[in-house]
């Protein structure tokens, strides 16, 4: 009896401890002794948290930079070759694309060093060192009122960057954490010099494009390849044809061996913004009145694109990019909603704060923090109706119509030639125009017409009443669209060239007759004037609760309540292991993915779901080189339960021991909701197998000259 007592503590000590090493996490990759470390271990590790992260000799943070300030990346050569998504090169393989060089369309590679394309305004940063500047930076300001603090907070920051040691080229930044209970340093240095040297073609890079988004089982082989290049010294340098590859502190050899379920995987990236610690009544507006108006609104807009898309060739050209822009989020927030509700985040949250209450009850600390949820619960109940109508009106403003965005751009306009001037005034317009050629480029006017009269009918019947114009309290949407298509010159680029060649007294006169222009300005008044002051006023309020209610969970938590900071941007380590989940009753789904589901989607010719005829080839050849596995399949993707957000693209997925198995790039619907409730039993991240990233410059595009560079690991 005593042994089974026993076996049955340990097994359930152990699965414990495995169940909480699953919790999710963005880490500072610098404060990983302890706890991390331990849980590490527990879940695989064979590598040291000094291996991750070390001042004092090369690590893993030397080899995976920042790429661009929006996406992650990793080097994997002794040459600087470096490697990210093809959806965080998008932009440079497109500027390098030309109808007869069409580089999304085909694909490029490089062949040697002179082929490679410089980029402009592409940069990658690189971290050297992470400094706790906590105390410098909170120096003095014990006594001080909110804006007093802010303002010396500002000084001490500026302080502490001029004071940090650091060679001529670094630059110094100090990023709040924990809503401004712990202050950082990164100490950094940034390449200008990143050049394309590869990309598979779209039908590769972005198989499954709208419809495969965010979704589980995925086929994608979403990765480019860049080099960053260093002058003679290997130091920052802008472009220059006399640069050389850069020659890293370390570079991530690449492992052939494969994964399997349970496998230990970290992912170490830039997560962009997560807000796990809110309490349940902002989760509760996220839910149910945040996420249903931009859903809906978006829903509108892109049933009516679709619908001309499907139809017209050339229009479906023309919006495949805004579409993708737009259905990439209003995706995600309808797998965010869907995975709240499932999880009980809600729920969850309320119980976490009784419990906070109660605690704080037995720690006497009631008198410091009782009244935080209190007060958080009446900000939220006032702030909604305000929360609610600035969302709105950025949908209809700025992401869903081109003609009220572009009315918009015009009285920004207006406003430079009022505040600075005619000089100003001409010295912008050709940039504007520039702006404008892009716009109309992309714009079809019966489409653009036919969203807004859906989008305007959307926004008119949610806003709250007492924050709607006056013009659109009683109004036919179909009406007002033929209005203002007919009669406004924002409807086209001749039209908007027309106005910017004017001089401006007459630019100034003819926009306040135009009705595109004029209901922008109602609009765009009512946010100014009675909608965004008090939303700012409140969110501000909100936001020093909420460093209040941070530092309250931090004095009451246990090191085994996992408290970890919001993604704020800065380099983090997440781990967990290989799995796959249940999205659905009755529905099970594997961790892992192979060419045959590429074969299985292949639809001839169509603009998702194609497939070049020499991967097609490859297949039925099952000539998979030394990629393949054993039992003759190509890996393609691959799950874990690390907790990632937007920013985590590009990140290197890392084995026990330091090496590439994976490429991050998206994370499956159902667990979408990770950055409010990370729940380990449906959130996981999706990585593409190094070994089909190989499989596809190797075999496919027969550039294995760059296989050659790598380290390969068997
Ligand atoms: N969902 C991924 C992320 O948020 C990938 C987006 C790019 N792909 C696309 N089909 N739009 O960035
Ligand atoms: N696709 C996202 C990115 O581009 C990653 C994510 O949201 O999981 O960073």
Redesign the pocket.
Known sequence: LYYMKRFFRIALFLSAMVLHAQQGGMWIPSLLEGMNAKEMKTLGMKMSVTDIYNVNKSSLKDAAPHFNGGCSSEIISDRGLLLTNH?CGYGQIQEHSTLEHDYLEHGFWAKNLSEELPNKDLKVTFIVRIDDVTAQVLKGTESLNEQEKARRIEQNIAQVIKDASKEAWQEGTIKPFYYGNQYILFITETFKDVRLVGAPPSSIG?FG??TD??VWPRHTGDFSLFRVYADKNNRPAEYSKDNVPYRPKHFFPISLKGVKEDDFVMVFGYPGTTQEYLPAVAVEQIQNVINPARIGIRDVALKVQDEYMRKDQGIKIKYAAKF??I??YWK?WIGETKGLKKSDAVALKKQQEEKFAQTLQRTNKKAHYGQLLPQFAALYKEIEPYNLAYNLYSELMFRNVDLLSNAFRLLQLEQVLENKGVQSFESRKANFLKIFEGVFKDNDPQVDKAVFEKVIAFYAANMPKQLLIKSLQHFDAKQLADKLYANSSVTSYEGVARLLSLSPEEFKNQLKQDVAVQLALELSQMNDTQVYPTYERLDTQIQALQRTYMKAILELAKPSDRIFPDANSTLRVTYGKVAGYVPADGVTYSATTTLDGVMEKYVPGDYEFDVPARLRELYAKKDYGRYGTKDGKMPLCFLSTCHTT?GN?GSPAIDARGNLIGLN???VWEGTMSDIHYDPKICRNIMVDMRYVLFVIDKYAGAGYLVDEMKLVK
Do not use: T
């Open positions: 959806h972005k494009s709208d988004n965010w993708a822009r259905a990439n995600k937007g693209s790039f998206d994370r």
